[in-house]
């Protein structure tokens, strides 16, 4: 389920066990709230790694069949025998019937203090809507609808932040921690290092991180034009999924 586009929601490097919670809240909320499913064509795949690099993806060898199916002990299990996995499906948003690709990822940092991280794969369809019909506009329902989906997905118990962007193929995630995310508000990047090859944390349309690790740093100057949100779970947000047209000039 990849594209030139994915949108992809990458939560901050956490514990084995963490991840695996992350990934059961995360699963029973998009099952309730978004009727994610199989629906004949999705399911869990492993995911094979060679040293740090990501090689394929391959078949378990027994299909699991029901998204429901995956509780506590069946997700213990199959980190316990395959460590890195997607389980792959569609979801639909309440009172419409189109189907979205969505993916739930247990992902590898290579840090051995902070091992894994969960990364969710998105239909990019989500995120080029937000244009409207005719690629020319903005349509604000869409654009809430998929800011209220990522910050469901990445404002959780556990995590320092996360970040919600365009990637190309899965092996492009950067896994991060809540200081590199900071440092990453605070002193943005100058265009020159993320065009040098150095591997940079790039900015998501949609970033949050946790309050108490952001301080009492004003990002409002950096970050002009951003809509900023704080969720009841203690994160600070950053959206970028605002109508551009509506900025007033500056004189």
């Known amino acids: 389920m990849a594209s030139a586009s994915d949108v992809f929601v ?6 084995g066990d963490a991840a695996l919670r992350i990934v059961e809240h995360a699963l029973g909320m998009v099952i309730e709230r978004y009727d994610f499913g199989f ?19 391959r078949k378990l060898a027994e299909d699991i069949t029901s998204a429901q199916s995956l509780d506590r002990e069946e997700l213990e299990q199959l980190a316990h025998r395959e460590h890195w996995f997607s389980i792959g499906g569609s979801l639909r948003f309440p009172n419409e ?8 990822i247990m992902y590898p940092t290579f840090d051995p203090e902070r091992p894994a991280c969960v990364v969710f794969r998105m239909d990019p369809s989500l995120y080029a809507e ?42 492009e995630v950067h896994p991060f921690d809540g200081a590199e995310l900071r440092a990453s508000l605070v002193s943005p990047r100058s265009i020159w290092e ?12 949609v970033t949050g991180i946790r309050k108490t690790i952001l301080g009492e740093v004003d990002l409002t100057q950096s970050w002009n034009g951003y809509r900023f949100l704080e969720t009841t779970h203690g994160f600070v947000v950053l959206s970028r999924l605002v109508d ?8």
């Open 194 to 205: 993320r065009l040098s090859g150095k591997k940079v944390l790039q900015h998501g349309f």
């Open 130 to 171: 937000i244009d409207g019909s005719d690629g020319n506009g903005f349509d604000e329902g869409t654009a809430e609808r998929l800011l209220k989906l990522c910050i469901s997905l990445g404002a959780v118990d556990g995590v320092d932040g996360f970040q919600a962007l365009l990637l190309g193929e899965l092996e």
């Open 39 to 57: 629906r004949g064509y999705g399911g869990v795949v492993a995911l094979v790694f060679e040293g740090e690099e990501f090689i394929q993806e």
């Open 10 to 15: 990458v939560l901050a490097k956490v514990g």
């Open 244 to 251: 551009l047209r509506s900025r007033p000039e500056k004189q």
């Open 97 to 104: 019937q189109r189907q979205y690709d969505f993916d739930i």
